[in-house]
Nanobody, 120 residues
Framework: QVQLVESGGGLVQAGGTLRLSCAAS????????MSWHRQAPGKQRELVAS???????NYADSVKGRFTISRDDAKNTVYLQMNNLKPEETAVYSC??????????????WGQGTQVTVSS
């Protein structure tokens, strides 16, 4: 199965920037969709951004214009560039790989998560 390891989280002041990395154990060119999710204490986990094998991206409305998801297939890594961070975006950020196995079957894999803390 696919193993994912996130890194790049930390403490940053409001308005600051962080870049998260998610390294996969296999070529991400074989993975249909890779995405970033976040979960803050007392809140539901939400999709932040996703990128397909073909390079199509989607973002949560709250992060559009500030976050950028990208992938480097040569390094088996997906990134999340986060600019102008807000305190309410303090959360554990997790990487997800979704592999389409058939028309009706998708295998999903999650990383352990990395903590992002934005101070006001």
């Amino acid at each position: 199965q696919v193993q994912l390891v996130e890194s790049g989280g930390g403490l940053v002041q409001a308005g600051g920037t962080l870049r998260l990395s998610c390294a996969a154990s296999e070529s991400i060119s074989k993975i249909t969709v890779m995405s970033w999710h976040r979960q803050a204490p007392g809140k539901q986990r939400e999709l932040v951004a996703s990128i397909t094998k073909g390079g199509n991206t989607n973002y949560a409305d709250s992060v559009k214009g500030r976050f950028t998801i990208s992938r480097d297939d040569a390094k088996n890594t997906v990134y999340l560039q986060m600019n102008n961070l807000k305190p309410e975006e303090t959360a554990v950020y997790s990487c997800k790989a979704a592999a389409l196995r058939s028309r009706t079957s998708v295998d999903s894999y999650w990383g352990q998560g990395t903590q992002v803390t934005v101070s006001s």
